[in-house]
């Protein structure tokens, strides 16, 4: 009898976290930072998520770089994508994927040195993500997917900087506002939250 992994199963934690970066070398520790926004997380909320994967688009094939994707009914070129979730597909857990050469391609590289705006770029995406699974697994919403993403992304983001960083959030505060000076300098604004299409 094969196991259906797609149902809510015991939960396993750690959550395996798979460095495929083909020949990017990102300049800080992803996998610790992962780890630590993963430890800000209710355990349950990572109920059936198989694994995290962080990866660049150097090592997509070209025809993959080439592809488009659909969201919010928009065709969007991969290289705007900075991660993506795979639902759980037969006997493949639900997985989520990271694309840390674009994610840190939203800063200057020196920034991705200071922890706080690492954090600031990883969560969202992370966090944006998570949301989809959660929408998937835990709370069937009846709305917009993305909207139910982005509620999610914003939700699980401000825990994750309470936990962390509870004695300067007014600092943070500020810091968001220059991100966003930063973020809106380059053209076009990448979309997060693209997924492949459903198999
Ligand atoms: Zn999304």
């Known amino acids: 009898m094969v196991q259906n992994l797609c149902t809510p199963n015991s939960l396993k934690l750690p ?46 094939p070209r025809k993959d770089r080439r592809k488009k994707f659909l969201s919010r009914g928009r065709k969007h070129p991969v290289s ?27 800063a200057p590289s020196w920034w991705a040195h200071v922890p706080l705006v690492s954090f600031s770029l990883f969560a969202p995406v992370l966090f944006h993500e998570l949301g989809h699974h959660l929408h998937k697994t835990r709370r069937p919403e009846f709305k917009e997917r993305e909207d139910v993403a982005e509620g999610w ?32 300098r380059q053209e076009p604004k990448p979309t997060p939250s693209i997924h492949p299409p459903r198999r």
């Open 15 to 60: 959550i395996p976290i798979y460095e495929h970066y083909g020949a990017f070398k990102p300049n800080l520790n992803v996998r610790r930072l992962i780890e630590a926004l993963l430890d800000s997380v209710d355990p349950e909320y990572l109920q059936g998520l198989g694994s995290i994967v962080l990866s660049s688009q150097l090592q997509l």
């Open 80 to 106: 705007r994508v900075l991660g993506f979730y795979r639902q759980c597909w037969k006997s493949q857990p639900a997985s989520i994927e990271l694309y840390v050469d674009k994610i840190l391609a939203q």
């Open 153 to 184: 992304e914003k939700k699980l983001t401000k825990i994750a900087f309470q936990k962390r960083y509870r004695r300067v959030m007014p600092f943070l505060r500020l810091l968001r506002v220059i991100i966003r000076l930063i973020r809106g």
